[in-house]
Nanobody
Framework: QVQLVESGGGLVQPGGSLRLSCVVS????????LYWVRQAPGKGLEWVSS????????SYADSAKGRFTISRDNAKNTVYLQMNSLKSEDTALYYC????????RGQGTQVTVSS
């Protein structure tokens, strides 16, 4: 069974940055697409970003374009989400997942953007 463990969240002021990490416990890590999704208080899951298996082709929700960067290190079975210029509306529980809908997501890491 694949396990995903997210980390790196925290409290940050508007305009600040955070780098989220997700370690995936599966030897076929490099064969998988990976996703970041988030859930804001009182709202449903929202897809944030995707990265493909090998060449690192990425895609982003409009809310993340120009501010967030997804990347992966196949040698470390880890996917990252660099988040810059954070806004209060980015406050959410962030998950890495095996599908844009949040399949197989871990326990999440909380990001709170507040002054």
């Amino acid at each position: 069974q694949v396990q995903l463990v997210e980390s790196g969240g925290g409290l940050v002021q508007p305009g600040g940055s955070l780098r989220l990490s997700c370690v995936v416990s599966e030897f076929t890590f490099s064969s998988r697409w990976l996703y970041w999704v988030r859930q804001a208080p009182g709202k449903g899951l929202e897809w944030v970003s995707s990265i493909d298996r090998g060449r690192g082709t990425t895609s982003y929700a409009d809310s993340a374009k120009g501010r967030f960067t997804i990347s992966r290190d196949n040698a470390k079975n880890t996917v990252y989400l660099q988040m810059n210029s954070l806004k209060s509306e980015d406050t959410a529980l962030y998950y890495c997942a095996l599908s844009p809908g949040g399949l197989g997501r871990g326990q999440g890491t909380q990001v709170t953007v507040s002054s």
